[in-house]
């Protein structure tokens, strides 16, 4: 009940303030749960910029940063519904509207981090962003969000290291099996109260990129940082429908040109802001561990076996390796 009055309240404050100051000009909502500080704010900044520029004003963008309309699952719904226009979730959470996307969750699916780049660049990269159009919304591009690596009170440099620990994860059933498979115990919990449960021991870890440990200050909680880098999953930048049915063909073109060249400026602030972390992560005091990923790989094999048993998972994911 709380969340429906929620959405409710937040759909019509926004109605309220959404009048056009000119009935020839779209004035689009842009929200999402992330502070302005952050790379993907900053990329997508680039992109309401490009936009507004490629159309002579006619189309403005209004961004509301710092989930002051809500977090992921709020504002993906609150798109559904229309009260905005676009938002960005991560593609872990997305495996509950498109099961395809459970992909992307599946742990070291990339050969590298560049093989990633270059997979969301690809024709199987575009064809995920098609593949949400059923639930309301569709795929403008694509946001790094770095690799994912565990972290906690103790170095994980073997999957043996995990056992009998609980680890936070998304609320993907994909991150749940790999944790699980790895031998930990997954706890799925809210972002916003991974803090208190670390420094509490709620949880004896998690496993996210490095901006969580400095810019979300983990790492005074939690002293180890293990770069198995056991999965990379990019943040998607949403549209809803209706929106995008409003755009007229240049339009469209517009907002998918300038979503890739906002994208090419957020993977370089991402890489210089990673460097600047690790510096800022060694002065907390974090040690930072190496471990080999063989056995990390070897215990998740099974989630493979079982995925490739359907036609349509197989295609994908040999068309993801399969991109040089």
Known sequence: MKKIIFLIVTLFTIVGCNKKENSGDLNLKLAHGLSESHPVHKGMLKFIELVETKTNGEVKIQIFPNGQLGQERELIELMQAGAIDMTKASASPIEGFVKEYAIFSMPYLFNSYDHFLKVLKSPVGDEFLEMTGKSGFVGLGYFTAGTRNFYGSKPIETPD????????????????????????????LSYGELYTALQQRVVDGAENNISAITTDRHGEVSKFYSYDEHTIVPDVFFISNS????????????????AEEAFEYQVALWAEMEKIQIEQAKDMNVKFVYPDKKPFQEKVQPMYDELMKNETMARLINSIRDTK
């Open 161 to 188: 290291d995990l056992k009998g620990l609980k680890i936070r994860v998304q609320p993907s059933n994909t991150a749940i099996k790999m944790v699980e498979y790895l031998g930990g115990t997954a706890t799925p």
């Open 243 to 258: 929106t995008w049915r409003k755009l007229n063909g240049e339009q469209k073109k517009i907002f998918k040109d300038s």
